[in-house]
Protein backbone atom coordinates (compact mmCIF):
# COMPACT_ATOMS: atom_id res chain seq x y z
CA UNK A 1 0.00 0.00 0.00
CA UNK A 2 1.14 3.45 -1.11
CA UNK A 3 1.60 5.99 2.00
CA UNK A 4 0.14 9.42 0.82
CA UNK A 5 2.25 10.68 3.54
CA UNK A 6 5.77 10.08 4.69
CA UNK A 7 7.19 11.62 8.21
CA UNK A 8 10.97 12.41 8.63
CA UNK A 9 12.20 13.43 11.69
CA UNK A 10 14.93 15.93 12.04
CA UNK A 11 16.28 16.98 15.79
CA UNK A 12 14.76 20.56 14.94
CA UNK A 13 12.22 19.59 12.60
CA UNK A 14 9.81 17.68 11.07
CA UNK A 15 9.39 17.19 7.47
CA UNK A 16 5.88 16.26 5.57
CA UNK A 17 6.14 14.51 1.54
CA UNK A 18 2.67 14.35 0.65
CA UNK A 19 1.28 12.39 -1.92
CA UNK A 20 0.20 15.19 -4.91
CA UNK A 21 -2.26 12.80 -6.62
CA UNK A 22 -3.64 11.53 -3.34
CA UNK A 23 -7.25 13.07 -1.93
CA UNK A 24 -6.11 15.50 1.02
CA UNK A 25 -8.39 13.69 3.28
CA UNK A 26 -6.67 10.61 2.99
CA UNK A 27 -3.69 12.34 3.76
CA UNK A 28 -4.95 13.81 7.01
CA UNK A 29 -6.37 10.20 8.28
CA UNK A 30 -3.12 8.95 8.00
CA UNK A 31 -1.06 11.94 9.29
CA UNK A 32 -3.35 11.36 12.06
CA UNK A 33 -2.63 7.89 12.57
CA UNK A 34 0.64 8.40 12.23
CA UNK A 35 0.83 10.53 14.76
CA UNK A 36 -1.06 9.28 17.17
CA UNK A 37 1.57 5.94 16.58
CA UNK A 38 4.65 8.41 17.29
CA UNK A 39 2.97 10.17 20.07
CA UNK A 40 5.45 8.64 22.64
CA UNK A 41 8.34 9.15 20.23
CA UNK A 42 7.91 12.56 19.41
CA UNK A 43 6.87 13.76 23.08
CA UNK A 44 6.33 17.32 23.48
CA UNK A 45 8.79 18.51 21.20
CA UNK A 46 9.08 21.97 19.76
CA UNK A 47 9.85 21.71 16.13
CA UNK A 48 9.90 23.41 12.50
CA UNK A 49 7.61 22.18 9.94
CA UNK A 50 8.21 21.27 6.08
CA UNK A 51 5.68 20.13 3.91
CA UNK A 52 7.29 19.06 0.13
CA UNK A 53 5.45 16.68 -2.54
CA UNK A 54 2.02 19.32 -3.01
CA UNK A 55 1.42 22.76 -2.51
CA UNK A 56 -0.93 23.59 0.29
CA UNK A 57 -3.46 26.66 0.21
CA UNK A 58 -3.80 28.20 4.12
CA UNK A 59 -6.68 26.65 4.87
CA UNK A 60 -4.97 23.32 4.08
CA UNK A 61 -1.88 24.13 6.50
CA UNK A 62 -4.34 25.23 9.41
CA UNK A 63 -6.14 21.66 9.01
CA UNK A 64 -2.45 19.79 8.83
CA UNK A 65 -1.65 21.85 11.85
CA UNK A 66 -4.61 20.95 13.75
CA UNK A 67 -4.42 17.14 12.71
CA UNK A 68 -0.73 16.92 14.62
CA UNK A 69 -2.07 19.21 17.54
CA UNK A 70 -4.91 16.59 18.45
CA UNK A 71 -2.55 13.94 17.11
CA UNK A 72 0.25 14.51 19.47
CA UNK A 73 2.20 16.68 21.34
CA UNK A 74 4.03 17.99 19.25
CA UNK A 75 4.17 21.66 19.54
CA UNK A 76 4.77 23.04 15.50
CA UNK A 77 6.61 26.87 16.00
CA UNK A 78 6.44 27.52 12.20
CA UNK A 79 5.68 25.82 8.50
CA UNK A 80 9.42 26.46 6.44
CA UNK A 81 8.44 28.17 3.18
CA UNK A 82 10.13 27.59 0.52
CA UNK A 83 8.97 31.24 -1.36
CA UNK A 84 12.32 32.83 -2.54
CA UNK A 85 10.89 35.51 -3.43
CA UNK A 86 9.88 36.30 -0.72
CA UNK A 87 12.47 34.87 1.02
CA UNK A 88 15.42 37.07 -0.43
CA UNK A 89 13.30 40.40 0.63
CA UNK A 90 13.50 38.60 4.66
CA UNK A 91 17.44 38.89 3.32
CA UNK A 92 17.76 41.85 2.40
CA UNK A 93 15.71 43.83 5.13
CA UNK A 94 17.60 41.82 7.64
CA UNK A 95 20.72 42.38 6.17
CA UNK A 96 20.12 45.88 6.35
CA UNK A 97 19.15 45.92 10.19
CA UNK A 98 22.27 44.35 10.47
CA UNK A 99 24.59 46.97 9.04
CA UNK A 100 22.39 49.69 10.84
CA UNK A 101 23.07 47.54 14.23
CA UNK A 102 26.77 47.36 12.94
CA UNK A 103 26.95 51.25 12.00
CA UNK A 104 28.83 52.27 15.32
CA UNK A 105 26.67 50.66 17.77
CA UNK A 106 28.12 47.88 19.67
CA UNK A 107 25.38 45.32 19.49
CA UNK A 108 25.26 41.55 20.97
CA UNK A 109 23.76 38.63 20.15
CA UNK A 110 21.70 35.59 22.26
CA UNK A 111 20.89 32.89 20.98
CA UNK A 112 17.95 31.04 22.62
CA UNK A 113 13.87 31.30 23.33
CA UNK A 114 12.66 33.47 26.30
CA UNK A 115 10.02 31.85 28.12
CA UNK A 116 8.75 30.82 30.98
CA UNK A 117 9.05 34.44 32.31
CA UNK A 118 12.60 34.88 31.78
CA UNK A 119 14.29 38.35 31.07
CA UNK A 120 16.92 39.86 29.39
CA UNK A 121 18.40 42.85 29.60
CA UNK A 122 20.92 44.81 28.17
CA UNK A 123 22.69 48.03 27.73
CA UNK A 124 24.03 47.46 23.89
CA UNK A 125 21.69 46.67 21.17
CA UNK A 126 20.20 42.58 20.90
CA UNK A 127 19.62 40.43 18.11
CA UNK A 128 17.37 37.43 20.02
CA UNK A 129 18.06 34.07 17.54
CA UNK A 130 14.82 32.76 19.08
CA UNK A 131 11.50 33.91 20.33
CA UNK A 132 10.47 35.62 23.06
CA UNK A 133 7.60 33.92 24.83
CA UNK A 134 4.28 35.74 26.85
CA UNK A 135 5.20 36.86 29.59
CA UNK A 136 8.24 36.96 28.75
CA UNK A 137 10.53 40.57 28.26
CA UNK A 138 13.50 42.14 26.16
CA UNK A 139 15.10 45.40 27.74
CA UNK A 140 17.58 47.15 25.79
CA UNK A 141 18.85 50.32 25.98
CA UNK A 142 19.24 50.73 22.16
CA UNK A 143 17.59 48.70 19.68
CA UNK A 144 15.66 44.82 19.71
CA UNK A 145 16.35 42.70 16.36
CA UNK A 146 14.05 39.52 17.53
CA UNK A 147 14.76 36.90 14.55
CA UNK A 148 11.26 34.89 15.33
CA UNK A 149 8.37 36.03 17.21
CA UNK A 150 7.77 38.30 19.65
CA UNK A 151 4.99 37.05 21.39
CA UNK A 152 5.92 38.52 24.93
CA UNK A 153 6.98 41.96 26.22
CA UNK A 154 9.86 44.27 24.16
CA UNK A 155 11.04 47.81 25.54
CA UNK A 156 14.07 49.27 23.57
CA UNK A 157 15.39 53.05 24.23
CA UNK A 158 15.40 52.41 27.62
CA UNK A 159 17.38 55.42 28.17
CA UNK A 160 14.51 57.73 26.46
CA UNK A 161 15.92 57.45 22.82
CA UNK A 162 13.27 57.69 21.07
CA UNK A 163 14.92 56.66 18.08
CA UNK A 164 15.21 53.14 19.10
CA UNK A 165 13.20 50.61 17.33
CA UNK A 166 12.10 46.96 17.62
CA UNK A 167 12.21 44.58 14.66
CA UNK A 168 10.33 41.27 14.78
CA UNK A 169 9.71 38.30 12.20
CA UNK A 170 6.63 37.89 13.96
CA UNK A 171 5.46 40.84 15.24
CA UNK A 172 2.08 40.26 18.09
CA UNK A 173 3.79 41.80 21.52
CA UNK A 174 2.25 41.61 24.53
CA UNK A 175 3.57 45.50 25.61
CA UNK A 176 5.83 47.37 23.96
CA UNK A 177 7.53 50.78 24.17
CA UNK A 178 9.95 52.83 22.34
CA UNK A 179 11.73 55.47 24.43
CA UNK A 180 9.19 56.75 26.48
CA UNK A 181 6.51 55.63 24.61
CA UNK A 182 4.20 52.32 25.53
CA UNK A 183 2.31 49.86 23.11
CA UNK A 184 -0.30 47.38 24.85
CA UNK A 185 -1.91 44.43 22.79
CA UNK A 186 -5.70 45.68 23.20
CA UNK A 187 -7.03 41.62 22.85
CA UNK A 188 -4.84 38.49 24.27
CA UNK A 189 -2.88 36.71 21.18
CA UNK A 190 -4.03 33.78 19.68
CA UNK A 191 -2.21 32.64 17.22
CA UNK A 192 1.69 32.65 18.36
CA UNK A 193 3.95 29.82 17.62
CA UNK A 194 2.49 29.42 14.58
CA UNK A 195 3.74 30.83 11.88
CA UNK A 196 1.69 30.58 8.22
CA UNK A 197 2.99 33.87 6.52
CA UNK A 198 6.14 35.62 7.80
CA UNK A 199 6.15 39.77 7.28
CA UNK A 200 9.07 40.98 9.24
CA UNK A 201 7.63 44.44 10.67
CA UNK A 202 9.35 47.26 12.57
CA UNK A 203 8.45 49.34 15.51
CA UNK A 204 9.23 52.29 15.70
CA UNK A 205 7.92 56.40 17.16
CA UNK A 206 6.61 58.66 14.68
CA UNK A 207 4.43 61.66 15.63
CA UNK A 208 4.63 60.51 19.50
CA UNK A 209 3.25 57.06 19.02
CA UNK A 210 4.31 53.61 17.76
CA UNK A 211 3.63 52.30 14.55
CA UNK A 212 3.90 48.96 13.51
CA UNK A 213 5.27 48.99 9.23
CA UNK A 214 6.16 46.19 7.43
CA UNK A 215 10.51 45.80 7.72
CA UNK A 216 11.74 47.54 4.20
CA UNK A 217 15.51 48.83 3.45
CA UNK A 218 13.78 52.50 2.84
CA UNK A 219 11.79 52.68 6.08
CA UNK A 220 14.97 51.88 7.99
CA UNK A 221 17.23 53.94 5.83
CA UNK A 222 14.33 56.83 7.13
CA UNK A 223 14.69 55.78 10.60
Not at 132 to 144: F, L
Not at 181 to 205: C, D, E, H, M
Amino acid sequence: MKDTVVIKSFPNGIMLHMDQDADFNNILEELSFKFTEARNFFGNASMALAIEGRTLSPAEEILVLETIRNSSSVNVVCIVGKDETTNKKFIKALQQVEKKLSGGDDGQFYKGTLKNREILETESSIVILGDVYPGSAVISAKNIIVLGGLYGEAYAGGNGQGNAYVVALEMEPERLKVGDFKYKANTKQSKWGIRLKVQPKIAYVRNRKIVFEPLTKDLLDSI
